[in-house]
């Protein structure tokens, strides 16, 4: 059974930077690739980026590329998203997730395991 938590999320201006954090048990984590999705209020949970399993390929949303990077340390077990020049429209709860892949993995129907997610909101 994978575990999954995330940290990092909290309350800032725009502009601001965060980085989030997913701590991963359970499983080898270098067997997983590895994704963030968030979820604003009334809205559908939406891609954001993903990994694959040696963080060597990366794919984004179109509203995050140039401004958000993910990355995972394999020897941490650890998944990051860092999230630069922060905007009102990325205030959500964040989820990250894992999938049983070596490859890039966007689609959230594909991936087994979720994180409880961290809110993060940008004040304008």
């Known amino acids: 059974q994978v575990q999954l938590v995330e940290s990092g999320g909290g309350l800032v201006q725009t502009g601001d930077s965060l980085r989030l954090s997913c701590a991963h048990s359970?499983?080898?984590?270098?067997?997983?690739?590895m994704g963030w999705f968030r979820q604003a209020p009334g809205k559908e949970r939406e891609f954001v980026a993903a990994i694959n399993w040696s963080g060597g390929r990366t794919s984004y949303a179109d509203s995050v590329k140039g401004r958000f990077t993910i990355s995972r340390d394999n020897v941490r077990n650890t998944l990051y998203l860092q999230m630069n020049s922060l905007e009102p429209a990325d205030t959500a709860v964040y989820y990250c997730?894992?999938?049983?892949?070596?490859?890039?993995?966007?689609?959230?129907?594909?991936?087994?395991?979720w994180g409880q997610g961290t809110q993060v909101t940008v004040s304008s």
């Open positions: 359970g499983r080898t984590f270098s067997d997983s690739a």
């Open positions: 997730a894992a999938a049983q892949s070596f490859g890039v993995v966007v689609q959230a129907r594909n991936y087994g395991d």
